[in-house]
């Protein structure tokens, strides 16, 4: 495997120094895809296009016009669209469908030369925490292949922890940036609700999803940030809070003398893997000896995470996932005798079996005997919890937990008990419930040799703080 620069900044001294082009590095990211093929990491290789477009740029650099992130070389979860390609949702039923325009995130990469290397695969429509329910295969995790990366952005996780690229775009609804970023010992960050335009973001429950990015340090995370970031107006949800500079923020150190530090007693009960408990517990007390306030706080409602979690993202789901009709996009089931039937066959073929599952909660939830027992309870404690963060917050700057009650497990371990697998988000959900920023942070390794990571959790808009904060994890 060839050995690639691990951050932004080297890959700018090399640039200025011509000692490397976009062209040789997009070569070398494009050797390390083809000799780890065997992950099952792209679902679209755009290597024609990124060539082409590594040349594009080294003119410009030549010439003095090139863009904030010439050099950069991205992947892109395959739920995000890009015009003219192919786009997926690991899905059946979008077979053949090319996306008829840009995400506004990719216009804002493509227009300061941003180099997007292909597609990655995921969970069906972002649904899952293990990257195994995807039409187009599962994908292994690189430390150990025969486990899972996590999910859903599990591939987008592998292609940075395997040097495919230097960041990548992923989306979370309930941890799927954060869950595959542990179990691949590499940094996720979901951004604060709204923080960016979810246009051309394929909604799985609009409500949640949030876009998020994969990074190998804080400053790369925080330059590409600066350019995705803001209001834009084909999103109504997209904030018009003002973008930091969160390059310029990170430059000043944090002093932990004014830093609080919230520790939240029910992340850390039954169910959390002893060396996880331990190995977050031991960051804690570094954290502490560094000179932050350590603090036990309470957010009370945390045992209703996963069911409140589930009702209403597959309420969302079954409503935004009524489009696939075989009439405007992608599959269509032939020899159907009528079009209500083609509907039926057309779904019942095109859709894999946990993306169904949601669509039946979903509609059972939401019917009119149920809605009030199930859907509207679940708003109902939605604002208990997200009254929980309010009150924590009222009383410390971060809290810190651990991001997955286990490390990376078994290929296969799981896909028969939709249960166990609901029960990974139970520490990264509540972040979405209540639109909150968060990170995952490599922070040690099981017994096994696995990593995991740990999780912190900010303020409304503190992107800034969690990147900041991340310098000061070291294990
Ligand atoms: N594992 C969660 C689910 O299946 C989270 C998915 C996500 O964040 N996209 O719903």
């Not at 960041?167 to 951004?191: D, F, H, N, V, W």
């Not at 246009?199 to 409500?207: E, H």
């Not at 340090?217 to 084909?234: P, R, Y």
């Not at 309420?315 to 005798?337: H, I, K, P, T």
Request: aromatic residues 10%.
């Amino acid at each position: 495997m060839n050995s690639t620069p691990k951050s932004f900044s080297e890959i700018n001294s090399g640039l200025n120094s011509r000692s490397l082009t976009c062209v040789k590095l997009v070569n070398s990211y494009l050797e390390n895809i083809q000799s780890q093929k065997d992950l099952n990491v792209f679902i679209n290789l755009f290597e024609e296009d990124a060539l082409k477009r590594a040349v594009e740029i080294d003119g410009r650099l030549k010439a003095g016009t090139a863009g904030k992130l010439a050099g950069m070389v991205i992947s892109v979860k395959d739920v995000i669209s890009v015009k003219d390609k192919p786009l997926t949702c690991a899905s059946k039923i979008l077979s053949g469908y090319n996306a008829s325009y840009n995400a506004t995130v990719i216009d804002r990469l493509l227009e300061e030369d941003a180099i997007i290397i292909g597609k990655t695969n995921c969970d069906e429509f972002a649904m899952g925490s293990s990257n195994e329910n995807s039409f187009y295969g599962p994908v292994k995790n690189p430390v150990d292949k025969t486990r899972v990366p996590g999910g859903s952005s599990g591939a987008s996780a592998v292609s940075v922890a395997s040097d495919m690229c230097l960041l990548s775009l992923g989306s979370e609804t309930g941890g799927s940036i954060r869950q595959p970023a542990s179990y691949c010992g590499i940094t996720g960050l979901k951004m604060t609700y709204g923080r960016l335009s979810r246009y051309g973001l394929v909604a799985f429950a609009s409500s949640f999803d949030s876009i998020g990015i994969f990074g190998n340090n804080s400053s790369d995370i925080a330059v590409l940030l600066e350019v995705i970031a803001g209001i834009d107006k084909m999103d109504s949800t997209s904030s018009n809070e003002p973008v930091k500079n969160y390059s310029a923020i990170l430059k000043n150190n944090i002093d932990p003398a004014k830093v609080k530090i919230g520790y939240a007693k029910e992340y850390f009960e039954e169910g959390l893997d002893s060396d996880i408990k331990n190995g977050i517990l031991l960051q804690l007390d570094k954290l502490k000896k560094e000179g932050f306030e350590i603090r036990e706080i309470s957010l009370p409602h945390s045992r209703y995470v996963i069911q409140t979690y589930y009702i209403l993202t597959s309420a969302e789901a079954s409503s935004n996932l009524s489009r696939y009709d075989g009439v405007r996009y992608g599959y269509r089931s032939q020899n159907s005798s009528s079009l209500e039937e083609m509907y039926i066959n057309t779904r019942s073929e095109g859709f894999g079996e946990e993306v169904k599952r949601r669509i039946m909660l979903g509609t059972y939830v939401l019917s009119a005997g149920y809605y009030d027992a199930y859907y509207r309870k679940a708003q109902k404690v939605r604002r208990l919890i997200m009254n929980d963060f309010e009150n924590a917050f009222k009383e410390v700057d971060f809290i810190v937990s651990p991001t997955t009650p286990t490390t990376a497990f078994k290929l296969g371990e799981k896909v028969d008990d939709p249960l166990s697998m609901y029960l990974n988000d139970i520490y990264t959900a509540s972040v979405n419930l209540a639109g909150i920023p968060a990170i995952s942070i490599p922070a040690g390794k099981d017994r096994n040799n696995l990593p995991f990571g740990l999780q912190i959790m900010g303020k409304k808009f503190d992107e800034a703080g969690l990147l900041a904060m991340w310098n000061e994890i070291k294990y």
